[in-house]
């Protein structure tokens, strides 16, 4: 199942996809107030059913699209994952060593941004830069999970544009800063709920700026495995149901360029992944 959070009729909802249009589950199962709740329980495991003889209640050419977890505890990310886009990072002059522990940072959920919603420039920058991943959305919560038991707690699938403001990203060694602006997060469509995805699958991953393609790769190329990253992240914190893990990016990155090429006001930026879908976000300049 295709899952994901809306706006329909001016109120915040959440439902799944069918065909070319969602059912309104956040209306038709109002004991589950938002699909995080919905995910807490383990139901969305028995999705089909509840969608099971439903009509549609809007087209998805209608939608206002949220974030697909709007307001997750955590949204975790992971730095220099793909051995590719080390080697682009070593290749551009900076020299960072492979670390035997998976290097992450978080995110704050006002830094997300929806599927044709805009991803905002800010003021102070004119070096966006693109980085196309694959969302892991938590359903299972716990603590110190082990790697052989990782893939339990995986509620499902999402694409992801880990938006970077480099400028503010190398303020420091601590690349937070440039990471957490306002809207520069796109997380969508929708995720793809765990049983359609096997563990072993390798997803192709595209990323095209207007219409060119600047990331191509596949989730075979990962450092740090996912059951690496929720074995290393659940170490440190409780993961909870609805907490994301965006997994690290490829190469093609604009900031490794000659001349480097960022996103601007104008743009469009899609990132693809196989078996999932297709994540669109308008640039704009901030307000």
């Known amino acids: 199942m295709k899952l994901l959070s809306f706006v329909h009729q001016g109120r915040e909802t959440w439902g799944a996809v069918v065909g070319d249009g969602v059912v309104d589950l956040g209306r038709a199962l109002p004991q589950y107030a938002t699909l995080a709740d919905y995910i807490a329980t383990g139901a969305y495991l028995q999705a089909a059913d509840d969608v099971k003889g439903r009509a549609i209640d809007a087209k998805l050419a209608d939608l206002t699209f949220l974030p697909v977890i709007p307001r997750p505890e955590k949204i975790i990310c992971a730095v220099r994952n793909y051995m590719d886009h080390h080697q682009e990072v070593l290749a551009a002059g900076m020299h960072r060593e492979l670390s035997e522990q998976p290097p992450i940072?978080?995110?704050?959920?006002?830094?997300?941004?929806?599927?044709?919603?805009?991803?905002?420039?800010?003021?102070v920058s004119e070096s966006l830069d693109w980085e196309g991943e694959l969302a892991v959305i938590i359903g299972k919560g716990g603590r110190d999970i082990p790697e052989d038991q990782a893939f339990d707690h995986v509620a499902g699938y999402a694409c992801y544009n880990d938006g970077s403001v480099r400028e503010w990203q190398f303020h420091a060694k601590q690349i937070a800063s440039g990471k957490n602006f306002e809207s520069t997060g796109g997380f969508g469509p929708w995720m793809v709920t765990a049983d359609e995805i096997a563990p072993d699958r390798q997803l192709k991953l595209e990323v095209r700026l207007n219409g060119e393609v600047v990331q191509s790769s596949h989730t075979g190329h990962m450092i740090f495995s996912i059951p690496k990253l929720i074995n290393y992240a659940s170490t440190i914190f409780t993961l909870v149901p609805g907490d994301v893990i965006a997994t690290g990016t490829p190469a093609g990155v604009g900031w490794s360029r000659k001349p480097p090429k960022f996103m601007k006001p104008g743009d469009v930026c899609e990132v693809e992944i196989e078996g999932i879908g297709t994540l669109r976000n308008p640039i704009v300049a901030q307000g």
């Open 105 to 123: 940072f978080l995110r704050v959920w006002r830094s997300q941004c929806a599927h044709n919603q805009p991803i905002v420039r800010p003021n």
